[in-house]
């Protein structure tokens, strides 16, 4: 593999590392702000709007591990929050790594 290959592979993994800490970052202030937030889904909220048409589409009810359902337990400070902090850590690891063998 020549230099310049290494380069654009290093690059890349730095990217997604970086987008991995930006979604970190970001998540936990766009949930709330969306209606996602630690009492349960806001009333009349872009989070309720979405989560009352995935119940209409799955016949009621929310399918656990759904967007939905992963949004409202972030949102309400559960595991998928620490999966977010997780994700986040490993990606922050995984640019500042990268950017090192950027040089």
């Keep these: 593999m020549s230099d310049t290959d290494y380069m654009k592979i290093a690059g890349s993994v730095a990217v997604v590392g970086g987008v991995a800490v930006a979604g970190a970052v970001l998540l936990?202030?766009?949930?709330p702000a969306v209606g996602f937030t630690a009492g349960g889904v806001a009333a009349n909220s872009i989070a309720a709007g979405w989560m009352s048409a995935t119940a209409k589409a799955g016949g009621g009810y929310i399918l656990a591990g759904s967007p939905v359902?992963?949004?409202q337990s972030a949102g309400a400070g559960g595991a998928a929050l620490f999966t977010v902090k997780v994700v986040g850590a490993a990606g922050g690891a995984?640019?500042?790594?990268a950017a090192s063998?950027?040089?």
């Design 101 to 103: 063998m950027l040089g």
């Design 69 to 71: 359902a992963f949004c």
């Design 94 to 97: 995984t640019a500042a790594g």
């Design 28 to 31: 936990p202030l766009v949930l």
